[in-house]
């Protein structure tokens, strides 16, 4: 079975500073994707970036990027110069494949806070 | 805006009743996904379905139930409704199944059972 762990159920970062939200997982399968999800207040989920287990390099999205370390199964989520809308709760996900078909499993979320 | 769509925003009702979520996936997308995000619970897979057919299922109780209809939109129906039946319900949409598409989740339908 598949699971992924954030174990840091909210952080505070000052604005335009960078910040790195954790993520572990674990999983029996060879071949794997890991999302990150962006969710404001709103409500609505907003994907980020997505990291193949595959994939040689870090995937990167504007100021996103991802600090894949296979061996450690971590995936970290980095925001470079953090902003005030940048608040929101973040969601790590992994694709899963059962029966031939993909379901994401979630993690508990970290709550980030940017104060001015 | 991911292209998906989800009706009704909001639904309040009452314990023991019977609501239908709709879903419209985006344009070309054939998978439909629905999740359940509650505050004890985090955000759970329920269940799968691809061009109409059921493809996977989560942990999606015997008083739910979905289907997809030949023109891709999907419906999750939810009976004997419960006070912890209360959550937001999302659907998102992906081109295919079992490949590496991002899923893409619609604004979610934020249900109140009282």
């Known amino acids: 079975a598949q699971k992924i762990t954030q174990t840091q159920p909210g952080m505070f970062v000052q604005e335009k500073e960078a910040v790195t939200l954790d993520c572990t997982y674990d999983?029996?399968?060879?071949?794997?994707?890991l999302f990150w999800y962006k969710q404001p207040s709103s409500g609505e989920m907003i994907f980020l970036i997505y990291q193949g287990s595959y994939d040689q390099q870090n995937a990167t999205e504007g100021r996103y990027s991802l600090n894949f370390q296979k061996a450690r199964k971590s995936a970290n989520l980095v925001i470079s110069a953090s902003q005030l809308g940048d608040s929101a709760m973040y969601f790590c996900?992994?694709?899963?494949?059962?029966?031939?078909?993909?379901?994401?499993?979630f993690g508990q979320g970290t709550r980030l806070t940017i104060n001015p | 805006d991911s292209g998906v769509t989800q009706t009704p925003k909001h639904l309040i009702t009452a314990t023991g009743q019977r609501v239908t979520l709709r879903c419209s996936p985006r344009?070309?997308?054939?998978?439909v996904y629905w999740y359940q995000q509650s505050l004890d619970q985090g955000l759970q897979f329920l269940i799968q379905y691809y061009n109409g057919e059921e493809r996977a299922k989560g942990n999606i109780l015997e008083r739910f139930s979905a289907q997809q209809f030949p023109d891709l939109h999907s419906e999750l129906n939810l009976s004997s409704l419960e006070l912890g039946d209360s959550a937001l319900y999302f659907c998102?949409?992906?081109?295919?199944?079992?490949?590496?598409?991002?899923?893409?989740f619609g604004p979610g339908t934020r249900l109140t059972v009282l």
């Open positions: 999983t029996s399968d060879p071949s794997y994707g």
């Open positions: 998102a949409s992906s081109v295919a199944s079992g490949t590496p598409n991002e899923q893409f």
């Open positions: 996900a992994m694709r899963g494949v059962i029966q031939g078909a993909q379901k994401l499993v």
């Open positions: 344009s070309g997308d054939l998978s």
